[in-house]
């Protein structure tokens, strides 16, 4: 099975930005902790990393016929792009947007994504294991 994993702007940081939020794992820990997981599920990762909003879109298109399903982490886009919502809607694959905080404890305006409103489930809040959840329950979607 194959799974695009998109983490959008600002992700790259990890492990450097804002620690007492998003942990002390650098982006390249989270995916080696993510291709070990998908090893035991049998899953091939096509992992990505973009601070534009239009890549993400691109990637999302460009996944059609290619993937069975993506997990997203679309930053601070979540809270304003209605374009990649669009791209989300306009998959045929289902896409789970995940986010390392618990958005919904966090400041009024983060509380809110416009992209989960398109996505097929939203994880939050369990740092590099909401990724791995994603994974998780990607596997176990009837196909
Ligand atoms: C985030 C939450 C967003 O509000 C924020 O802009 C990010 C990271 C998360 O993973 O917790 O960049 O998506």
Do not use: C
Not at 26 to 46: F, I, P, Q
Not at 86 to 95: G, H, K, L, N
Request: glycine share 8%; aromatic share 4%.
């Amino acid at each position: 099975m194959k799974v695009l994993v998109i983490h959008g702007p600002n992700l790259n940081l990890l492990g450097a930005r804002e620690l007492s939020v998003y942990g002390d794992l650098t982006l390249d820990e989270v995916n080696a902790r993510l291709r070990k997981e998908a090893d035991g599920l049998e899953m091939e990762l096509h992992i990505h990393q973009t601070a534009r909003e239009g890549e993400i879109i691109e990637l999302l298109h460009a996944a059609i016929g290619e993937v069975e399903g993506a997990v997203v982490n679309p930053g601070a886009y979540s809270h304003t792009s209605r374009a990649i919502a669009d791209a989300i809607r306009a998959v045929p694959f289902p896409v789970v947007e995940v986010h390392l905080s618990n958005i919904h404890a966090r400041e009024q305006w983060r509380r809110h994504s416009v992209t989960a409103e398109a996505a097929t489930a939203i994880i939050a809040g369990l740092g590099a294991g909401s990724y791995v959840a994603a994974l998780r329950f990607l596997k176990e979607l009837p196909r």
